[in-house]
């Protein structure tokens, strides 16, 4: 028989009236929290101060307080967001916890999978493919999750766990487990029937003759290289922030051109040109997190070192290993 006593309808409305928090929220609420600005910690977070307020404001709503002030000059904590703040803090770092020690207890009881995120799409022959073909060569017993994240999401994701690794673009971003492995050159992407298709190179300044497609959020590491190109040789980018998934078929379809590691002309694409671009290179680096369990990660790294050996040998024309190795 169904039990419904005031007692047990009153603690059924409790159990109701709490709410699921969503992490993503939390971190949201720290980020402003630790820079007192809205504007300053969505940089900070890599995401548009628009979607930032959102997560916040969503938030208060599940809260059902507000939590910062906001003013001219930023944010400031309301009582109740002091109050917030240290159990915030408490179950982001309860999570971080939770997650490694998951991975590291599935490691020694033989169930391994180790996660890793690299910059998608990525070509076939490229270094994410020798990576995980190296790797699958001496760890059969692992499995192999990718996923996809945006530059500014990496660093969060290794500190909580979510990823035991990552390639991404940029110099040497985590130094206490980073090491760059391979500087990659980079080509222009034109649709076939594009004047420049067939060039044998392709001046910056051409590519203000058309719509410029690039993921500047996505892919915010090579935005700033190649930005910073353009800028000592006086050209002008005004880039429309394209998904990189969307990129080729847009240009493809003869809506833009951009800008992609020259790796990508070994996909075979049929209705795009690759052109290269003088004087643009990007670093990959890899980065692990060095927290418990992080041997099957480390052993990725490896994995990674032994696969831009290989590629810098054999394609002498797109990668080039940096002067100085630093392993970590």
Known sequence: ?????????????????????????????????????????????MVAQSALSRQVQQLERLLGATLFTRT???????GVGRLVLPHAE???????????MARSAAGRYGA?????????????????????????????????????LDDGDVAAALRDGRIDAALTWGGDPYADHGQVLLEEGASALVSRHHAWAGATEMPLAALTEDPFLFPVRERGHCWDSLNELAAAAQVRLTPVPTAPSAVLDLVAAGLGVSVVPASFGFAGYTDVAFVPLPGLHHRMSVVRHGGDGSAVAEAFVASCRSAAAGLSAAHPGIWRQPAVFRPR
Do not use: K, Y
């Not at 001219?72 to 309301?78: D, Y």
């Open 1 to 45: 028989m169904t039990d419904s006593s005031p007692v047990a309808l009153a603690d059924l409305q409790v159990t109701r009236s709490e709410p699921d928090i969503d992490l993503r929220l939390l971190r949201a609420f720290l980020a402003v929290a630790g820079e007192g600005h809205f504007g300053r910690a969505a940089d900070r977070l």
């Open 72 to 78: 001219s000059r930023g944010a400031r904590l309301t």
């Open 90 to 100: 408490q179950a982001v770092a309860q999570n971080r916890r939770l997650v490694r």
């Open 112 to 148: 391994r999978t180790l996660t890793i995120s690299a910059p998608l799409p990525s070509p076939p022959g490229g270094l994410l493919a020798e990576a995980v073909r190296h790797f699958r060569a001496t760890h059969p017993d692992v499995q192999v999750s990718v996923v996809g």
